[in-house]
Structures are given as C-alpha cells and as structure tokens.
C-alpha cells in the first residue's frame, strides 16, 4: 500500500469520524446549521462580529439553537428571556465553566477568566495595584510599564479573529505558530513578577494583619497547608491575580476609552453632564460615590456607555453542570453554553432605537434614574462578574472627575467620529481616536 493510499484512508477515516462524532453528539440538542468535517460552523460566522452572525442565526432558528465550533457543541442563548432563564432562574444547572482554551494554557486550569491613552490604562490598573499589591506605582516605573505594555498587548490580541479561531479549535494552540505564543510568552512574565512580589510577602507576612489580596491568600494556604485538596496554593495565587489584572484593568480602561469616545462625539451629552455636576458637587471638591444618586443624569449616562459599548458581547462561556431538560431541548452535562448578551443589551423593545446612543434610555418621564432589568453587562446570576461593584463605580469617578476639571474636544467635527467597534470578538473595542482635554 503506497503513501498516497495511506493518506486518503486515512483523511477519509477522520472526516468519517467528525461526522460520526457531530451527528451522534447532537440528539435532542437545539436545531442549528448543519456542521462541516472538523470546522463545524466556523466558516459560517463572522469571526469579526460574532454578535452579528448569532443574531443572524436567532432569526432562522428561534432563540436557542446549537452552534459546533470545531467538532465541539455549543448551545446559544439569545435574547433577554432565555438569557435571564439560563443565568439566574436556572443559574445552578449552568453555572459549569465553559471551555476557554487560551485562558486555560495561561493558567494551567486555575484562576478565572476576564487602547486608551496611557492614563486611562495606568489608572485603573493602580486601582488593582492597591488592591493586590498594597501599593500603587509611579506612571514612570520600569516594572509598572512592562506590565502595562504586556496587559495591553494581550488584551489586543485576545480580540483578534485568529484568538477566536483557537478557542473554537484548541489543536491549534499546540500546532500551529502565531500570536497565541506571545501571549503565553507574556502571561508567563508577568506571572515571574507576580510571584517575585509573593515571596516578598512572604517574607514580611503578619497572619493577623493582612495588607491586601496576596497576604489573604497566603493566610488561607497557612490554613489549609495540611489539606492535599486545597485550592490554595502559589500557582493558584499567581494565575488568580494575573486573572484580576486582566479582568479589572483592560475592561475598565477600555470602558472609559470608549466612554469618551462617545461623550466627545454626543456634546449635548456631556453638556448636561457638566451642568449637573457643577450643580451636585462644583469645584472645590472631588466627586463621591455618594453623588451618584443626586445625580440621575449623569447616572443614566454611565449606565448608557456600558449599555451601549456591550464590552463582552457574548459572555464568558458557561457549561451545562448536569443534564439539563431545557425548552424541550436536552442539553447534556458539560455542553459549552454561550449566552449573547448583546441581544439582552441591543433589545429594541427595552430600549428603543438601541443601536443609537440615548441616556435617556435610563431616564422616566420625570428625569429620575430607571433601573432596568436588562441591564447586564456584568452578566447575572451565579457567575456574573466578581468586580461588578468596582467595575459600576470607577467610570462614574473616572467620568465625573475628567469632566469636573476638563472641557473635551475633538481635532475633527464630532458628526464625523465613528463610535461603532473596530471588531467584535471576545471583546468590543472602540476605533482609535484623538482628544484634547481643556482645564475648565
């Protein structure tokens, strides 16, 4: 048997087997388009704006339906009503962790997951500093830099087309050359720091006066040193924090990038904003959370940035914990589950003409804040968002401050600033832009 007969038997024994595999995998799953051999329905989404092609899907097969990424299923939940079935009425049922491959090599399994100017990224990311590190860096130190130039280089490609392509298809993390070394390469550094910072406080731990995140963790090791099942170890510690970095640096930072973005190109917007606070807390003090709620407007509006910027269309995955009987559909344990969040926070009946930037979308008739239900660009449920309560306060002191002290203005005409997303994978990010801040 020659070489050439070898491989097409053996070619036409795998795609034999991928169809054996998707055909006997999808039982009483949701309908879906039909997959091909190994890609499954990649090729039939626009790795661009994934958001998009799942809206495009919900008008064909309802509301939930079954997508293959690679040979893998994926069940799709779109919509406010089936989102907020799966995420909070039976959030237990789904509150598994779905399949994240790239963020699984980072970290070998443990953690979790999650271009402004240099400011808006360096802020946010002392805020974690402090929080982890029991300190906050000068702008202009060398360590502090490296960090931020590695995060940012990550956070880019994580929303590449190709990243997308290698969560769908994780062979191709081992294989295949490209941008996803480097960012194993850079999480791999920054794990070398944090663990440098750990050993120093090891060296000066006091177990009845922790400082910050790292000396609680390394009390709870203390704790359970004796238990072989603790979860509670130096790996687990350096992934964790290299998880918050990530979750609580580059998500606020492009959320206050894209915010400006908006407010320099709506200056009715910011006008208003600027009326209120003049009014609320003026110029001799800084701005408070307390503030928010003598402020509906500028409440309102910061609700309408996250509203509107939808930062992770498409959710972090979810997974089926057990088998689960769901809208006569049968969704075996471990199924990736994908809930669009986009369809939740673009709903046109909640908030009417979605797609154009309104606060008022949050205002009643009388200019009171209105809360709204479908607000959920934390997620709900089990697994929303462990930073929610910081990711809500540091856009309004961000905000609110900037526009306390600055006026905002474009270069260009500000009809002419383009606010949608330059791509919409894992995360939205805005188009680049330039801005002038002018003392008030």
Not at 29 to 34: H, V
Not at 371 to 380: A, G
Not at 408 to 429: E, I, Q, R, W, Y
């Amino acid at each position: 048997m020659d070489l050439v007969t070898v491989l097409v038997l053996t070619v036409s024994c795998l795609l034999l087997l991928s169809l054996w595999r998707q055909s006997s995998g999808r039982g009483k799953l949701p309908p879906g388009p039909t997959p091909l051999p190994f890609v499954g329905n990649i090729l039939q989404i626009d790795m661009k704006d994934i958001s998009k092609s799942l809206t495009n899907f919900s008008k064909v097969y309802g509301p939930v339906f079954t997508l293959y990424f690679g040979m893998k299923p994926t069940v799709v939940v779109h919509g406010y009503e089936a989102v907020k079935e799966v995420l909070d009425d039976r959030g237990e049922e789904f509150s598994g962790r779905g399949d994240f491959p790239i963020v699984e090599r980072m970290n070998n399994g443990l953690g979790s997951l999650c271009d402004p100017t240099f400011i808006l990224s360096s802020a946010p990311s002392n805020v974690i500093c402090s929080v982890v590190f029991h300190n906050r860096f000068d702008y202009e130190d060398k360590n502090f830099l490296s960090l931020m130039e590695k995060l940012n280089e990550n956070f880019k490609i994580f929303n590449s087309p190709w990243m997308q392509v290698c969560n769908a298809i994780p062979v191709f993390l081992d294989y295949l050359p490209g941008s996803h070394r480097k960012v194993l390469k850079n999480v791999a550094d920054i794990k070398s720091y944090i663990l440098k910072r750990v050993k120093e406080h090891q060296e000066t731990l006091d177990m009845d006066n922790p400082r910050d995140f790292i000396d609680c963790f390394l009390i709870k090791m203390e704790q359970e040193k004796n238990n072989p099942q603790s979860e509670f170890t130096t790996e687990s510690l350096m992934a964790t924090v290299a998880d918050v970095f990530v979750a609580g640096s580059e998500t606020t930072s492009t959320t206050l990038r894209y915010g400006l973005l908006l407010l320099l190109k709506h200056t009715e917007v910011t006008a208003k904003v600027q009326k209120e606070i003049d009014h609320v807390i003026g110029r001799n003090r800084s701005p408070c959370m307390q503030d928010r709620t003598r402020m509906p407007y500028t409440d309102a509006t910061v609700h309408e940035i996250q509203r509107y910027v939808n930062l992770i269309p498409n959710n972090v995955p979810h997974a089926a914990t057990c088998d689960v009987r769901f809208r006569n559909y049968v969704i075996p344990k471990g199924t990736q589950i994908v809930t669009s969040l986009t369809s939740v926070l673009h709903d046109d009946k909640e908030f009417p003409n979605p797609k154009i930037f309104d606060p008022g979308h949050f205002l009643d008739e009388k200019g009171n804040f209105k809360k709204s239900d479908y607000f959920m660009p934390f997620s709900t449920g089990k697994q929303i968002c462990v930073g929610e309560g910081l990711a809500q306060m540091e856009p309004f002191l961000f905000l609110t401050t900037i526009l306390q002290n600055f006026n905002l203005k474009s270069p260009v005409d500000p009809k002419d600033l383009d606010t949608t997303p330059v791509a919409n994978g894992f995360v939205s990010v805005p188009s680049k832009f330039q801005i002038c801040f002018i003392p008030v």
